[in-house]
């Protein structure tokens, strides 16, 4: 092989790299994990960053009505909706989709190995997406 071709090949291998990790899901920082029991394994959109962590807790009359939320919100340079909402109809096969009063998008599964009653998802809207759990009293660190 000639300098020329050997140069081109490694050039192609370099680009071919680089657009694989480009395109490879975010890791959760270990700070907005540590709020999440299981939303945790839902993966992120490449280049997400949580920007807003908020937690809910609802108590109703019943033993059992008693449940706590969590939401992370994310934000995406160059954010696109159609493209996000791509992302997770593929990766969170099975899910029950929604359509919100304001057209934000939601996608909702099984929390994994969860108790009965508690779900995560997505939910993506115009400008950013927000990953969400709903699980049982007790579960989430108090800050």
């Not at 807003?52 to 009505?65: A, K, L, N, T, Y």
């Not at 340079?77 to 109809?89: A, M, N, P």
Request: charged share 25%.
């Amino acid at each position: 092989m000639g300098r020329f071709t050997t140069w081109a090949c490694a050039g192609l291998l370099l680009v071919s790299a680089l657009a694989g990790c480009a395109t490879q899901e975010t890791r959760w920082s270990t700070e907005a994990a540590s709020h999440v029991v299981y939303a945790k394994t839902i993966p992120l959109f490449p280049g997400a960053r949580a920007r807003d962590v908020m937690g809910s807790e609802i108590r109703g009359d019943g033993p059992d009505s008693h449940s706590e939320g969590m939401t992370v919100w994310f934000e995406v340079q160059d954010y696109s909706k159609e493209k996000v909402l791509e992302f997770y109809e593929e990766r969170l096969r099975g899910c029950e989709t929604e359509v919100l009063d304001d057209g934000a998008i939601q996608l909702t599964i099984p929390a994994p190995n969860g108790e009965p009653g508690e779900d995560m998802g997505v939910v993506i809207e115009d400008s950013g997406f927000r990953v969400f759990e709903h699980t049982k009293a007790g579960k989430h660190r108090k800050t």
